[in-house]
């Protein structure tokens, strides 16, 4: 079965870097990291063999089940790691040491996102200092269904949304002091499409 043949993006783009012109943040976007037979394959293999979960979190006094499945990883090393969470995957691993390769950051954990469909998102937030420090810095990988990835500045009102297509390979880095002075989300859509697996690559630093 082929994966996606409405992302052109394999060969029409190249696979270097964009780097984003905008304060306050460090945002770039590799358009094709990953090569159409990865993505499928990395695509089909983790939506078919991830523990995905159902995430429940408080909110305006009440708790609400997040619209996306989840899954957590990270390093058994790392300082309070639950040592009954799954090992890294050798596709996951792959996955990790091309982005650490590309980006020159090393990553401890990494937090997989499903959106099964239009009706999945995430609204607007930043990325909490808790657990992983202040201008944390995120590497998202994206395999599926193109989805609109949007920022807003926190602060400026004249500074325009910024809307990005994260494509099926893609690889967004967030760096700098991006999430102390912008808010990003992914908006839901009434099309009819298909799943989307975003890959968060973080580097963990709990205080204990």
Partial sequence: MTLFNDTEIFTSVSS????????DTKLMLYDNLF????????????????PWQEYAMEMYDKTV???RMISWYED????????TKPDWTTELQSI??????VTEF???????????NGKDGVSWHSDREQNFGKDAIIASVSFGETRMFRLRHKFRKDIAQVEIPLHHG?????????????QHQVPKTA?????????????????L
């Fill in 76 to 83: 058994r090393d790392n300082s309070g790691a639950d040592g």
């Fill in 65 to 67: 089940t997040v619209p």
């Fill in 191 to 207: 099309k009819d499409i298909l799943p989307r697996i975003n890959l968060t690559f973080r580097q963990i630093k709990r205080q």
């Fill in 35 to 50: 090569t159409k037979d990865e993505s499928d394959y990395y695509y089909t293999t983790l939506l078919n063999t991830t």
């Fill in 96 to 101: 990790r040491e091309r982005v650490e390769k």
């Fill in 106 to 116: 090393k990553f401890n954990s990494v937090l997989l996102n499903l959106y099964r």
């Fill in 170 to 182: 893609s690889l967004l880095l967030m760096a700098g002091t991006t999430q102390s002075f912008w």
């Fill in 16 to 23: 270097g870097k964009k780097v984003f012109d905008l304060p």
